[in-house]
């Protein structure tokens, strides 16, 4: 029994050694090198693992029970009695399966190294690529408490633009991983921004989630207020001077944030207005460099899309509809708009009107 414990023990600390002292020192905020790593007691030596995740919550509370067992009915101490060969094999499956046979060993990350370089210069791709397999080796608590940190830095208005982008980088390389508590940890953070008013930080923070396509973690008030802004600015620009030249890169970031989340309820008309007014033209033409992104959003329109855009073509009170009524050019378009959709997906209410126009 002594035996099979110091052997659990020697594997601890080889994984505390793995994760990297210098980083256990930075999360203790004090000293720790070898010396300390060896001098610690086995109960100090569960809790330090249980901090640095290296082993989880059921895993320390079995190998603290093997510690008691150990103390009280090995050879090593004076023993209260002895255990049979049911318990002894209970003490040895305990400790091969929490402490010997789990193979993983994650590697810390240098917590200041890691903050000074995403504040330095900009990232080049071999060092994001670096400081990405660092921060997908380490463990998921450390992972989130860093991701948080870039975060927080994305949001600082004093923030060079490097590295807001070098922050952008880190997180749309690790997003795939993000797990539940990391993701419900951004989402608290953001809205403390909300209630303490701080806007500038809270507006950076909702950028943040649009950029890595997570809005959709985000309530339906502020995925609103999202594409309310893209929808408006849109149609400010394409009522504007120069709507042709100027429309492009409007159109292709509301058909990013389409891309990443359904557009919610409280703005798909005015959505699905804009989009096919900007597609139809208004008479004198259309941005021929924004319509590759005006087709591609109407080829993802949903059902209710569809129906409210061949709703508001078909009222004389709607921009959309005046506009298909009053001229060729615009009905020609919209008859092409329509083409770009699967006759499947028309919902049985409109389908009389979509074969009208199709006509």
């Known amino acids: 029994m002594n035996y099979i414990w110091n052997a659990a023990i020697l594997q601890l600390r080889t994984k505390v050694r793995n994760f990297g002292l210098p ?5 203790l905020q004090s000293d720790f090198e070898e010396k300390h790593l ?19 919550e059921d895993g320390f509370f079995f190998l603290d029970q093997c510690r008691d067992v150990r103390n009280n009915f090995s050879a090593a101490h004076p023993t209260l009695g002895t255990v049979n060969d049911r318990e002894f094999t209970t003490f040895l499956n305990r400790c091969v399966r929490y402490a010997l046979a789990d193979a993983s060993s994650p590697k810390g990350v240098d917590i200041g190294a890691f903050i000074t370089a995403v504040k330095g210069a900009r990232f080049n791709a071999n060092q994001c690529s670096v400081w990405v397999q660092r921060l997908s080796e380490t463990h998921d608590a450390q992972r989130q408490m860093l991701v948080g940190m870039v975060h927080g830095i994305y949001c600082d208005q004093n923030t060079s633009e490097p590295s807001r982008l070098n922050s952008l980088d880190i997180c749309d390389a690790l997003k795939a991983g993000f797990t539940a508590a990391l993701r419900s940890d951004l989402v608290n953070k953001h809205s403390e921004y909300a209630a303490k008013g701080d806007e500038p930080r809270h507006t950076a923070s909702l950028q943040f989630f649009e950029k890595l396509g997570l809005l959709t973690l985000l309530n339906e008030s502020e995925q609103h207020a999202v594409f309310y802004r893209a929808v408006d600015r849109l149609w400010n620009v394409h009522n504007g001077m120069n709507n042709f030249y100027n429309e492009p890169p409007f159109a292709e ?12 309820e409280t703005v798909q008309e005015q ?18 460099a924004a319509s590759t992104s005006y087709d591609q959003i109407i080829k993802s329109f949903s059902p209710r899309e569809i129906a409210t855009m061949i709703r508001l073509a078909t009222s004389p009170e709607t921009t959309l509809g005046r506009r298909v009524s009053s001229l060729q050019s615009c009905r020609q378009r919209f008859k092409q708009n329509l083409a770009l959709i699967d006759p499947a997906s028309v919902p049985s209410g409109v389908k009389a009107d979509y074969e009208k126009f199709l006509k």
């Open 271 to 288: 959505f699905v207005q804009v989009v096919l007014c900007c597609n139809v033209g208004n008479g004198y033409g259309v941005s021929w």
């Open 253 to 264: 970031r509301l058909l990013e944030l389409s891309r990443n989340g359904a557009v919610p």
């Open 23 to 27: 980083i256990v020192a930075q999360i």
């Open 38 to 56: 060896l001098e610690l007691q086995d109960s100090k030596l569960l809790e330090l693992c249980l901090k640095l995740n290296l082993v989880n």
